[in-house]
């Protein structure tokens, strides 16, 4: 059976009023929309998967993310702790942190090693969301 790291992100009743017209009028566009913002990277190997939807994700990956092989495995293992920890110590206080942001634990455990392209899609996802949604899970973040 898969074990499954997710980090599912949904801007709530923002989206939901906003695509409610559209999804009268066009079913088909709105479907092909959230495919398109939904990234997944899989290790077959390890039997861990990563699934990350939200909207503009995708084309920030593909357009400001620093390239595959920049970081040591290494250095996102030790960066992907720290903010999965933060992440999931802000989930568990929603009435201190947005709930809409911080809707699901992660299970990121640092004695499982994941490899690289789940630890680079961990750790561009995690510097998206604190650049894009002006929230800071730990230390410097850089601004791309």
Same mark, same amino acid.
């Given at each position: 059976?898969?074990?499954?790291?997710?980090?599912?992100?949904?801007?709530?009743?923002?989206?939901?009023?906003? @695509?409610?017209?559209?999804?009268?009028?066009?079913?088909?566009?709105?479907?092909?929309?959230?495919?398109?913002?939904?990234?997944?990277?899989?290790?077959?190997?390890?039997?861990?998967?990563?699934?990350?939807?939200?909207?503009?994700?995708? @084309?920030?990956?593909?357009?400001?993310?620093?390239?595959?092989?920049?970081?040591?495995?290494?250095?996102?293992?030790?960066?992907?702790?720290?903010?999965? @920890?933060?992440?999931?110590?802000?989930?568990?206080?929603?009435?201190?942190?947005?709930?809409?942001?911080?809707?699901?634990?992660?299970?990121?455990?640092?004695?499982?090693?994941?490899?690289?392209?789940?630890?680079?899609?961990?750790?561009?996802?995690?510097?998206?969301?604190?650049? @894009?949604?002006?929230?800071?899970?730990?230390?410097?973040?850089?601004?791309?």
């Amino acid at each position: 059976m898969k074990k499954c790291i997710s980090i599912l992100i949904i801007l709530g009743a923002i989206i939901a009023c906003s @695509t409610a017209s559209q999804n009268i009028a066009s079913n088909d566009s709105a479907s092909n929309k959230q495919e398109s913002d939904t990234v997944r990277i899989a290790n077959d190997s390890l039997e861990y998967e990563v699934i990350i939807i939200d909207n503009g994700f995708s @084309t920030w990956l593909a357009s400001r993310a620093f390239a595959r092989n920049y970081y040591s495995l290494a250095y996102l293992e030790n960066k992907n702790y720290l903010y999965v @920890t933060e992440w999931n110590n802000r989930v568990l206080q929603p009435l201190r942190y947005n709930s809409n942001l911080y809707e699901m634990t992660i299970d990121y455990r640092p004695d499982i090693h994941y490899g690289y392209e789940v630890n680079y899609l961990i750790y561009n996802y995690m510097i998206y969301f604190q650049n @894009t949604y002006k929230q800071k899970l730990w230390g410097n973040v850089p601004s791309r």
